[in-house]
């Protein structure tokens, strides 16, 4: 579980994608791993959620994958049967968080509150999703949370972008960013693979830049 956290952490930018056909799936992972993120969260928004991490993990079997958008216990066993090795949730949902615990599974529940970190706390976990991130109050929000909950890190998505990634990177309590303007949905259905590895690394870049 430790190794999967660090792996996250070291990646820095998670990239979010959204996949509605799993022929993009190969592609998509070709391109993350070759811009130097090889990790992505795939949404469980489409009915091609689950056979994409598959498809990914068997292209790319160093690829990091999890799940995002995960509702579900169903949704998180299936996931995990696909190759997932971590799970994210966009609320704080005790069940899903529960579940995952007790079977040794990475979980990243998302979290908008002080009593929420305060749960999360007492659950023992260390990483924790803020979501949604820019709308939420943004890095001053995290700060506010973070100073009376030392032993947490924060993982926030929705609102990052590369103009203010950077800002968010700099905090020592930032674990990673979970982002997807290097894969939106547009790019990934017109197969422009291209682009999204040269968005790709330049959000690698960017991770350097600040952490080396």
Known sequence: MNQILERIKKTGII???VIEDKKDAEPLAEALCKGGLPCAEVTFRTAAAAEAIQLMKNAHPEMLVGAGTVLTIDQVDTAIAAGAEFI???????????????????VLPGCISPSEAAIAVRKGLSVIKFFPAEQAGGLPFIKAIAAPYTTLSFMPTGGINPEN????????????????????????SEGRFDEIQKLTEE??????????
């Open 15 to 17: 990239p979010v994608v």
């Open 88 to 106: 994210v949730s966009p609320g704080f949902d005790s069940v899903i968080v529960d579940y995952c615990l007790e079977n040794g599974i990475v």
């Open 165 to 188: 990634v950077k800002e968010y990177l700099k905090y020592d309590r930032i674990f990673a960013c979970g982002g997807s303007w290097m894969v939106k949905a547009k790019l990934i």
């Open 203 to 212: 959000a690698a870049a960017i991770v350097k830049e600040i952490r080396g």
